[in-house]
């Protein structure tokens, strides 16, 4: 190289090694670098890391011996403002030929043969070249690593977090300890160690795969609200027992009033068809309110909470249950009741139709009077006599309107 050539090279080189030492500064001090330096890390993340170790090792000792020779190049060119022919040639040497001593064992591939390594040294673009090739393999595996912790670490201390909540109230209502977040607590432990030491393994496709975290999430939120229901239970427990028992009330009582219906059906209609009403539905329930009684006063309001809520389903079916009953009953008498009714106003149709002193109304309506006033009374019979007296009554509505 002429003196020009030189002096061209080093600024060349010497600015190119400010934006190497500047790369390589921000790459230690990267928070994904500090992160894997300072993890116990297992798995595939460990074995990435220690690959990426590897190769930022030789790439510090390999811009160590980039440095040297730059260094040593720009010692030499102060020595004389115009170096000699023989000064120029060893510069040039440094500057463009193999004067790059390689790290232990990092021989390029170019550079080997079969019986082994043809050359230990390399030029300084080659050794840019090197640095390079190893920078970016540790920058995207660093960057894998930091974006799936990024990724994964948040959603995983909200879930522990979570977990705590869930765990201090368990224990404020039961004093003891809740079986599904036990479980919940065990998985996310398990979860936790590979998060914090393994995350790449958790990596699919380029992307953390935070599912498992998700899913624990959920599993959680929903048991917060479930504990948090039952924090608000107790707090209500007076209100909440009044409406239950309020309604265990009405069950035995539509219970008793249905044995009544049913009864009195059985006497007053022939041939009912009527299922019995259930027995013992209040009583039932009043057991299983002494029981939650037991459980409040032992404390367990996580338990408690389950039976209640049971408890105020059996209430609200037995209740419709035994108004069904009642109804059932009720209603062959309320429909005796409402034919005696229709007989009653067909007749004074007939008289305000002029029809009071016909033979054959007044048969038909003392035929269904007896069948209506007589017990058992048979629906069935008063029914189709009934609507025959209708149909006479029409009919003589008819004839009076011919006539007139």
């Known amino acids: 190289m002429s003196r020009e050539g030189v002096d061209h090279a080093l600024r060349k080189l010497q600015d190119e090694r400010e ?24 798995g595939e993340t460990c074995r990435r890391w220690e690959e990426v170790r590897s190769r930022l090792t ?35 040497e440094m500057l463009a030929g193999f004067s790059v001593e390689l790290p232990g064992g990092e021989i390029p591939l170019e550079h080997r043969t079969l019986l082994g390594p043809r050359e230990r040294r390399i030029t300084l673009d080659e050794a840019v070249a090197m640095m ?16 799936a912790w990024t990724a994964l670490l948040q959603p995983l201390e909200q879930a522990e977090e979570g977990w705590r909540r869930a765990a201090r109230l368990a ?31 958790l990596v699919h496709d380029g992307h953390p795969d935070t599912g498992r975290l998700d899913r624990v999430r959920a599993v959680l939120t929903a048991l917060g609200d479930e504990l948090a229901g039952v924090a608000r239970m107790r707090d209500d427990y007076a209100e909440l027992l009044a409406g239950v028992t309020a309604t265990v ?9 249905a044995h009544e219906a049913y009864a009195a059906a059985l006497v007053k209609i022939h041939s009912p068809n009527l299922p019995a009403p259930a027995r013992d539905l209040g009583s039932a329930l009043r057991d299983r309110l002494v029981a939650l009684e037991r459980l409040r006063e032992a ?45 009653e106003a067909y007749r004074a149709k007939a008289a305000r139709l002029g029809l009071a002193e016909d033979e054959g109304l007044t048969k038909l309506h003392a035929e269904a009077r007896e069948v209506l006033w007589t017990a058992p009374c048979d629906l069935r019979r008063a029914t189709a006599i009934l609507a025959e007296y209708q149909r006479e009554i029409r009919a003589g509505e008819s004839e009076t309107g011919t006539r007139r």
């Open 19 to 42: 934006r190497i030492s500047a790369s390589l500064d921000e790459l230690d001090r990267h928070p994904g670098v500090r992160l894997l330096k300072g993890a116990r890390l297992t």
């Open 299 to 343: 404390g367990r309001w996580v338990e408690m909470a389950g039976r209640f809520a049971e408890l105020e389903r059996a209430a609200e079916e037995a209740l419709e249950r035994a108004r069904g009953d009642l109804r059932l009953s009720a209603g062959l008498i309320d429909r005796r009741g409402e034919l005696r009714g229709r007989l």
């Open 249 to 257: 009330e009405e069950v035995e009582d539509t219970e008793r009033r």
């Open 132 to 147: 390079s090739d190893a920078y970016e393999f540790v920058a995207r595996e660093v960057a894998a690593a930091d974006t």
């Open 58 to 92: 030789t790439l510090w000792l390999l811009f160590d011996a980039y440095q040297r020779v730059l260094d040593e190049a720009c010692e030499l060119r102060a020595r004389s403002a115009r170096p000699d022919a023989a000064r120029l040639t060893e510069l040039s």
């Open 171 to 201: 224990h404020l209502l039961d004093g003891t300890r809740h079986p599904e977040l036990d479980r919940v607590g065990r998985e996310l432990s398990a979860l936790g160690r590979i998060v914090r030491t393994d995350p790449l393994s």
